[in-house]
């Protein structure tokens, strides 16, 4: 595992290479700097041969290489890290040892597969619950059990989509419970739905990159349209469906932070604090490195991760 490295050790093993900058040094040189990923964390890396920097240079996202080099303290920062200086980088073959990069979450996915069914049992207004045993099924619900809920900023592992729905799900009914005048079969079909998308907008391939689709569109117009197209082959009510796209087109909670509307429900503000929390808690379960304290880059801020 590349967090297990240390200063002086040669390294061969599978990576996710992930391209920074290609350049030219002040010696006329060429040189190509990123991050190398894998399960056990991130490695920072350069290169300077030219063929390897050309390579790197024509690459359109992170990808999966045989990666080989000398670690050393990493001059660009301060801080003593490491970096590798990558000397081999070759396609992967089959017989590849790969296990490394493909990260799995720690929980149980059938038990969460049989709280995601409850769920949708639970919902008693006729047409909702239609229209989530309609989108949940088939090609759809394959996909929805497998993939990440990220790229790699929260649950960015297999089945990952799953556990952030059914937590969140769960958090939201939680809060519906508690205060009046909540329609909580909206907020569970809103918070089972909230992140559908996301089975076009990310592949579960190697690194999780972002679909064509999901670079153009992204996951809440995707979402919305998913939705809309099942409830309307159902003929679900108009208003009832827009009380649901409401939900799933807010639920990043501001225009800011890239939902095309606010908040204006009650129902939509559950879904969306529920869809926050869960995703900030995630954030203190991934680990990078070996301290209590630990800078978050989604947080952009140290968070603790375990007590002193």
């Known amino acids: 595992m590349l967090n297990d490295l240390k200063a002086g050790q040669k390294m061969c093993q599978a990576a996710l290479v992930r391209v920074q900058k290609v350049g030219t040094s002040s010696n006329g040189g060429v040189f190509a700097r990123?991050?190398?990923?894998?399960?056990?964390?991130?490695?920072?890396?350069?290169?300077?041969?030219?063929?390897?920097?050309?390579?790197?240079?024509?690459?359109?996202?992170?990808?999966?290489?045989?990666?080989?080099?000398?670690?050393?303290?990493?001059?660009?920062?301060?801080?003593?890290?490491?970096?590798?200086?990558?000397?081999?980088?070759?396609?992967?073959?089959?017989?590849?040892?790969?296990?490394?990069?493909?990260?799995?979450?720690?929980?149980?996915?059938?038990?969460y597969k049989n709280k995601l069914a409850n769920y949708i049992k639970a919902v008693r207004t006729p047409t909702l619950r239609k229209l989530l045993e309609t989108i949940f099924s088939g090609n759809?619900?394959?996909?929805?059990?497998?993939?990440?809920?990220?790229?790699?900023?929260?649950?960015?592992?297999?089945?990952?989509?799953?556990?952030?729905?059914?937590?969140?799900?769960?958090?939201?009914?939680?809060?519906?419970?508690?205060?009046?005048?909540?329609?909580?079969?909206?907020?569970?079909a809103g918070a089972l739905l909230h992140d559908i998308g996301k089975i076009k907008e990310i592949s579960a391939e190697i690194g999780f990159p972002y679909t064509n689709a999901g670079r153009f569109m992204g996951h809440i117009a995707m979402t919305s349209l998913m939705v809309q197209e099942a409830a309307l082959k159902l003929n679900m009510p108009a208003q009832r469906l827009e009380q649901l796209q409401h939900i799933l087109l807010s639920h990043h909670g501001e225009n800011e932070k890239g939902s095309p509307v606010a908040c204006a429900t009650r129902e939509a503000f559950i879904v969306h604090y529920a869809d926050e929390i869960n995703a900030v808690m995630n954030q203190f379960e991934q680990r990078e490195g070996k301290g209590a304290w630990e800078f978050n880059r989604m947080l952009g801020r140290n968070i603790l991760k375990e007590k002193l």
């Not at 990123?34 to 890396?45: K, R, S, T, V, Y």
């Not at 050309?54 to 670690?71: F, H, I, Q, S, W």
């Not at 089945?159 to 799900?169: F, P, Y």
């Open 34 to 111: 990123g991050m190398l990923e894998d399960n056990g964390g991130h490695l920072a890396f350069i290169c300077f041969d030219a063929v390897l920097v050309e390579k790197m240079r024509n690459l359109e996202g992170p990808t999966a290489y045989m990666v080989g080099g000398d670690v050393d303290i990493n001059k660009f920062a301060n801080d003593m890290s490491l970096q590798l200086i990558i000397k081999r980088l070759e396609e992967l073959v089959p017989g590849d040892d790969i296990s490394n990069l493909v990260p799995h979450g720690d929980f149980d996915v059938e038990a």
């Open 140 to 188: 759809t619900y394959d996909a929805f059990v497998h993939n990440p809920a990220g790229m790699k900023l929260h649950h960015a592992y297999i089945g990952g989509l799953l556990q952030h729905s059914v937590d969140v799900t769960e958090l939201a009914v939680a809060m519906a419970d508690r205060i009046e005048n909540v329609d909580k079969d909206l907020v569970i």
